[in-house]
């Protein structure tokens, strides 16, 4: 796919680690885990920043799991990720069911490069919370590291259906774009992009180009000239593009639609000796030869040194030029 896409996916690939709603985060959290068990009780405790000991049959107490759980916030602000996903792979159960916990766990894991291993706990956050936004978005960014290209594609679905927040569907649509471009459905991701764009029209104007690329790809140059032609009402601009709309119309010998994409592309860059050239062959299928010298002239001005230039200089000598 285009560059544009390119940058943008970087951005939309993962989201912020979402910690909202967990347990309130302790001024010190490793002193507050260690305050005395009721008598006779199994205990836990915190013996250092990442390690939790715990007696034969013990299981963390919520003050316990609240120290691991600010400790890892910590870690994550730090961006350590491998350190916070070691706090809360011991205080993460088989029985835990606290869906804000497993989400901070499995996207911990996703920020650490631990696909595989968070995939099963964002699913069990994804059970204990269906309709829990940011989920499903995790699970899709671990499904795509994975090269799940068709769970990815679902979870971000499931995701635009389960978050009403524009930024957050408008990097879902996207993905689900990038992803189904990967895979050559190009009709498909043209229609992910234009659902994004709808949510986002005006602030990523390179994303017309990709959307115009897109189009051209799946057989629809009208619509890839339509796409550019929207791009440039927010500031994108590609010579190169319209000349490649150009070309697949000249290929289709709808000359006089080639013509208005060669046109479009010599307004943007009046130096672009291809373009000049093609016109020149579209227009002289159009029956316009007299219309057709001037840019041969000017293809031969760009390029004197083209591999065709004699045969041009023949054609103008043909002609009275």
Sequence with gaps: MASGIGRVARVAMTLGLATAGLAQEPVDPLAQAAGAAAPGSKTCKWVSKTELSCEPGAVPDEKTVAAGVAEAKASVRQADYAAAAQILRQIVGDSTEDAALLALYGEVLVAAGDARGAVPILERAIAAAPGAPRLHFQLATAHTTLGNVDQALEAYAAEIEANEE????????????????????NAEAAASLELALALEPTEHPEAYGDLATLYLNAGDPAKASEALERGGKVGFRSARLYFNIGARLYNDKNYAEAERAFTRAL???????????????????LGRSADA???????????????????????????GD
Excluded: C, W
Aim: aromatic share 4%; charged share 25%.
């Design 267 to 285: 307004e943007i860059d009046p130096n672009m000796a291809q373009a000049e050239r093609s016109l020149a062959s579209a227009l002289t299928h």
């Design 166 to 185: 524009p930024k957050v569907r408008f990097l879902a649509h996207l993905n689900r774009s990038i992803l189904l471009t990967s895979a050559g459905r």
């Design 293 to 319: 010298r001037p840019h041969l002239a000017r293809y031969l001005e760009l390029r004197p040194d083209a591999p065709d230039a004699d045969q041009v200089r023949q054609l103008l000598a043909a002609s």
